[in-house]
């Protein structure tokens, strides 16, 4: 009797960057670099430009294929940070790192158009708009840069805030949604593909177009952990997926872990994502993401082993 695969698996479309191609044999991870002095994971804190190039060459040798940048943190706790501000601290760095590394693909981490034209002379490869959109003009300017763009869903959350009493679905008898975690997952896939569909109007190419559910962002844990069962769907929209996974809230409070205990509950949430059609792990642990997703790209089948000795002659 022929084995027969249990489930049925998703050939995720392809994400390409400057004609580089990530594939399910192939998933990219992005190490994440953040030039705050109070990002929520103390670790991946990089204010000075010697202590993030030390950060960058560490990933670059662990695997990593794009470093995420960015000078805000995403949370609405710390001082504000105008975009003035924001510039000054990614520009110089988003340089060093260009010069350093002039392969390496760059992302920048920003909802705002006026930092992403600012570092237009990088030559920056991929705009991460966490934010789904806040500022209209930034997918433009993307398309500009010819950059590859990153939609996101945030529930309609403006950038810097933190969710508060989110309901997703149709408002009960009483006027109050009823939150059903089916339309989470109904809104995520609407949203994502109607932002995607505008980023190829703007001109972004389909491979170049990542789509991010967003955990934690506009979210409680129970949506973030429906929504992370849904991956599959997302990777049959056409577009390639990314997750930034790493360390978050939902992680946090499914195991009920502080940020630095969260590592091997990322690590399973990684693998799922993998498994489920995934092309690209935001990270701010590479080493340990880059061998997971190979691994599981292994195991689906796309990737082979690296070496082969075990009972071979």
């Known amino acids: 009797m022929p084995a027969v695969d249990p489930v049925p698996l998703v050939s995720?479309?392809?994400?390409?960057?400057?004609?580089?191609?990530?594939?399910?044999?192939?998933?990219?991870?992005?190490?994440?670099?953040n030039r705050t002095p109070d990002s929520f994971y103390s670790s991946a804190r990089y204010p000075s430009i010697e202590a993030g190039l030390d950060a960058v060459a560490g990933?670059?040798?662990?695997?990593?294929?794009?470093v995420d940048v960015g000078g805000v943190r995403a949370g609405q706790q710390?001082?504000?940070?105008?975009?003035?501000?924001?510039?000054?601290?990614?520009?110089?760095?988003?340089?060093?790192?260009?010069?350093?590394?002039?392969?390496?693909?760059?992302?920048l981490d920003t909802w705002r158009s006026e930092v992403a034209r600012a570092c237009a002379g990088v030559g920056i490869d991929l705009v991460n708009d966490t934010w789904q959109g806040a500022?209209?003009?930034?997918?433009?300017?993307?398309?500009?840069?010819?950059?590859?763009?990153?939609?996101?869903?945030?529930?309609?959350?403006?950038?810097?805030?933190?969710?508060?009493?989110?309901?997703?679905?149709?408002?009960?008898?009483?006027?109050?949604?009823?939150?059903?975690?089916?339309?989470?997952?109904?809104?995520?896939?609407a949203v994502l593909t109607e932002g995607a569909n505008h980023a190829r109007q703007a001109g972004i190419p389909t491979n170049a177009i990542l789509i991010d559910p967003t955990l934690d962002f506009g979210k409680t844990t129970r949506h973030s952990l429906r929504t992370l069962?849904?991956?599959?769907?997302?990777?049959?929209?056409?577009?390639?997926?990314?997750?930034?996974?790493?360390?978050?809230?939902?992680?946090?409070?499914?195991?009920?872990l502080a940020v630095d205990d969260r590592l091997e509950g990322t690590l399973a949430a990684t693998a799922v994502a993998a498994w489920l059609g995934t092309v690209c792990f935001r990270a701010h642990d590479v080493r340990a993401t880059r061998r997971v997703v190979d691994m599981v790209a292994s195991i689906r089948g796309d990737r082979p082993a690296a070496v082969n000795r075990r009972g071979v002659r």
């Open 229 to 256: 069962r849904s991956t599959a769907q997302l990777a049959n929209l056409g577009f390639p997926v990314l997750q930034a996974l790493s360390r978050k809230d939902f992680v946090g409070e499914t195991l009920d």
């Open 135 to 189: 500022d209209p003009d930034l997918v433009h300017v993307a398309a500009e840069l010819r950059a590859g763009y990153v939609v996101s869903h945030t529930g309609g959350s403006a950038p810097r805030t933190d969710p508060d009493g989110v309901r997703y679905g149709p408002p009960g008898p009483d006027g109050v949604p009823r939150d059903d975690p089916d339309d989470v997952v109904a809104d995520v896939l």
């Open 12 to 33: 995720p479309t392809p994400l390409t960057l400057r004609e580089r191609s990530f594939t399910a044999a192939n998933p990219a991870v992005m190490g994440i670099v």
């Open 59 to 66: 990933m670059v040798a662990d695997g990593a294929d794009i």
């Open 78 to 107: 710390g001082d504000w940070v105008d975009a003035d501000e924001e510039i000054a601290r990614v520009l110089p760095f988003l340089q060093a790192v260009r010069d350093a590394h002039p392969h390496l693909l760059i992302s």
